[in-house]
């Protein structure tokens, strides 16, 4: 699957300048995501973020880490057919590179299952594990009031990790929200800037499972840890905005 990968980004990269594919769009719809923070002692975190990156509390000596689990039912890539889209990507909360965005987080990891999304942000400089059995339910699915959580991220080339617990549906208000996710690459920094018009959040609670020498395992010191922060997101529609930046 890593050489399926690697030719269809080899095969787009000849078709496309420069200019071209740094920079694309993802229009996202029907979409749901879980969010779990924890605070973990910056050591174990730090050696991953390179400067000019600024780990967000870390001058108390911890680090706030970031797992989600997103799941649209529909995603387009630059008018490409549309096709269901789901993530998983494993951050700690920066403070904000450029002043913008209601969170702002490095990417540690980043999984898809979808062949054309990870080839266009591997061009665009991403380190991303391709998982076609990305695994995400909620049970019932619609849900009415919430229900039972699970998301199993089991990449060939990386560690497995899963979510497991229950999760709530929002109650309250819509509002509008930016999340920015960052990465080190080559030639300077990549920003994933999603756009949300009207995002409602739950809540729930839901445990992380992992071996312990791998990168989630490493991170929350053990095989298994629960979360200060769940949440439940529930929006219609956003737009993944991927830049390269100097």
Known sequence: ????????????????????FRNFAVTLGNCTEYIGTKQIPLARVAPSVPAPFLIAGAETGFATIVIRAGRCGRASLEGAPSEEVRVAQVGVVLIPPDGTGGINNYTLAYSTNSLRLAARLELAGLNVTLDPDLVYEV???????????FFDASPVTAPAWYLSGMVT?????????????????RSGKLKMATSIPLLAYGDGSV??????????????????????????GVFANATMQVSVLP
Do not use: H
């Open 207 to 232: 445990r992380i499972y992992s071996r312990r020498g791998g990168l989630v395992g490493k991170l929350i010191g053990g095989n298994s840890t629960g979360f200060e922060v769940n949440l439940r």
């Open 139 to 149: 049970t019932p699915d619609p849900p009415v009031t919430g229900g039972e959580f």
């Open 1 to 20: 699957m890593r050489r399926s990968l690697l030719f269809l980004t080899t095969l787009a990269a000849a078709s496309l300048s420069a200019a071209d």
């Open 169 to 185: 549906d929002p109650a309250g208000p819509q509002f509008p929200f930016v999340a920015n996710w960052w990465s080190a690459i």
